[in-house]
């Protein structure tokens, strides 16, 4: 287990570009997603775990867009485990350029979910043993400054 997990390296796409010439919001989530489905076999949520009638939803999930990315930029982001229960885990991740700039931050909520419901329902003791040994591979990681954040205009 990477401390944090890095994703593999990831190219930004020409139809990704919007008409201010960067990257446009909606894929800055492709590339945190792209990154996140990369990780989840190694979880134990890979592709064959929604024939358990179970799968994630994400909750929550808050974007700073810190630096522009343009077309064939090449990207990858790390994963930080902030802290789990049995029925959800809260995320956090970066966005890096290639040349070591940060582009773009993101929190997440992710709850585990039975389909049948559907409703959140606690994860398998063998996916919680992985989240364990993530969280024990992170604990010298500092708490990210950007998790918590909340939105709104200062007075």
Request: charged share 25%; with cysteine.
């Amino acid at each position: 287990m990477q401390s944090p997990h890095r994703s593999a390296s990831m190219v930004v796409r020409p139809d990704w570009i919007d008409f201010n010439g960067h990257l446009n919001m909606a894929y800055y989530n492709v590339l945190f997603d792209t990154a996140v489905d990369q990780l989840y076999p190694w979880i134990g949520f890979g592709p064959d775990y929604q024939k358990t009638g179970c799968t994630t939803y994400v909750a929550e999930f808050h974007v700073c867009y810190l630096r522009e990315l343009h077309k064939n930029d090449e990207v990858y982001v790390t994963f930080q485990l902030v802290d789990f229960d049995t029925k959800r885990f809260h995320s956090y991740q970066e966005l890096w350029h290639k040349d070591g700039w940060l582009a773009a931050t993101a929190e997440g909520l992710t709850l585990h979910v039975d389909q049948s419901g559907p409703r959140v329902a606690p994860m398998p003791d063998a996916i919680l043993a992985k989240l364990t040994e993530m969280q024990r591979a992170q604990a010298h990681l500092p708490r990210p400054e950007r998790v918590g954040r909340k939105i709104g205009i200062k007075r």
